[in-house]
Structure formats: structure tokens, C-alpha cells
């Protein structure tokens, strides 16, 4: 059976902390690795990564896959309380994704 | 922009009785999903579908059935109802056997009562 795990499950920061959530997976015949953001409502896509080693950035937040060691990492430097929300990351394999349960982050003033 | 439109955003149901959750989406997926998600647990796959009038269960279908009679419209069906399917329930719908993203509705939290 598939599975992905997230730690932690929740974190407490102060703006301006930088944060790192770990994902490690164990998918069949994986093809990507995937982190979403969820805030009150629907998951909003934020990276997918399918090759080891290439650092995929958008803003303050970048991503990393290893592929030998099956981990994924999600970094946001210089917290904002607008990031407080679940991060989920999903294995996918032919088109089928396995969440894990998520970390939630709070951002605090 | 894609989008997957869930019919309802809240729905309380009592015990017992058939519930129809519906799911639309305009971009021409080949691919439609059900989640459940609860606090803790993340997102369950309950059931999916790769093409018109075909599904497969996911981790959780036991007291859950589904349809796919068009493209572009996943229903997600619940016989008869019961409290420990209090949840929020999320469709996604993506590419075909792609290993691009899927992309979400907005969530039905159902109350079972």
C-alpha cells in the first residue's frame, strides 16, 4: 500500500522564522512528488518535482526531491502570517495521488 | 482557468438516507477523484475514474459508490448515510494518467445527523 508522511503535523512560528516540512513517501512506480497549500477551503497547487536534486522556487517558498533517500522538503524563508495554513504533499503514480495527512502551520505576529 | 465545481458547500443529512454529492469540471479531464478529508487523517481517496462509465476504489470505498455517465461530471454517492461519514468531501479532476497536478473543488462538508 502507498504511503506518504508528513512531519510535523503542526508548527507554531513568528514571522520572519524560516520553516522546513518534510515529507518522505513510499509510492509504486512513482512518477512525482506534489505540495499543495490548503487554507480554508480547496488545495492550490505549489510544486511538482520528479527529478533528485533540482530546487524548484517560487518566491519565498522552494522544494527538493531525493529520490534515492524518498523524502520531499518545503522551505519558506522570512514566514508571513498569509502562509498559515495545511501544506499537503501527495506521491503520484500514473495519474493517482497519495496524500499524506498534512502539517499545519501557524504564523504568528 | 480550470475549474471543478462542487454542487454543494454545506449539507446536513440525517441517518439513513441517500446522499448525492456532485462534482463538474470544464477542462476536459480524463481523470476525477473523490477525497474525504478529517482532521488528522489528510485526504483519503475514497474512489477515481480514467474515462467515462469507469471507476476504481481508492483506500476508503466501503459505504460509498460513484458515477460517471459524462466526461465531465463524478457523483459521488452515499446508500445510506451514516455519522462516521461526517466529513469534508473534495473532488479533484486532472490530465490523463498525467503526473501533473489535480486540481480541486471547493469542498462539501456533510453533516450526518
Known amino acids: 500500500e502507498d504511503k506518504v508522511v508528513q512531519s510535523p503535523l503542526s508548527l507554531v512560528v513568528h514571522e520572519g522564522d524560516t520553516v522546513t516540512l518534510n515529507c518522505s513517501y513510499e509510492?509504486?512506480?512513482?512518477?512525482?512528488l506534489l505540495w499543495y497549500k490548503q487554507e480554508k477551503k480547496a488545495p492550490t497547487f505549489l510544486f511538482m518535482l520528479?527529478?533528485?536534486?533540482i530546487e524548484k522556487k517560487s518566491g519565498r517558498l522552494s522544494s527538493i526531491l531525493d529520490k534515492k533517500e524518498l523524502f520531499s522538503i518545503l522551505n519558506i524563508t522570512a514566514t508571513q502570517t498569509g502562509d498559515s495554513a495545511i501544506y499537503l504533499c501527495a506521491g503520484t503514480n500514473a495519474g493517482k495521488s497519495t496524500f499524506g495527512d498534512g502539517t499545519t502551520l501557524t504564523v504568528k505576529p | 482557468d480550470v475549474k471543478v465545481t462542487q454542487s454543494s458547500r454545506y449539507l446536513v443529512k440525517r441517518t439513513g438516507e441517500k446522499v448525492f454529492l456532485e462534482c463538474v469540471q470544464d477542462?476536459?479531464?480524463?481523470?476525477m477523484f473523490w477525497y474525504r478529508q478529517d482532521p488528522g487523517l489528510g485526504l483519503r481517496l475514497i474512489y477515481f475514474?480514467?474515462?467515462?462509465?469507469?471507476?476504481e476504489k481508492g483506500d476508503i470505498p466501503e459505504g460509498y459508490s460513484v458515477s460517471r455517465e459524462k466526461k465531465e461530471r463524478f457523483s459521488l454517492i452515499l446508500e445510506s448515510a451514516s455519522t462516521n461519514q461526517t466529513s469534508m468531501y473534495l473532488c479533484?479532476?486532472?490530465?490523463?494518467?498525467?503526473?501533473?497536478?489535480?486540481?480541486f473543488g471547493q469542498g462539501t462538508r456533510l453533516t450526518v445527523v
Open positions: 475514474s480514467y474515462d467515462v462509465k469507469m471507476k
Open positions: 479533484a479532476s486532472s490530465f490523463a494518467r498525467s503526473i501533473t497536478e489535480a486540481f
Open positions: 520528479t527529478s533528485s536534486g
Open positions: 477542462m476536459d479531464h480524463e481523470n
Open positions: 509510492v509504486t512506480n512513482f512518477r512525482s
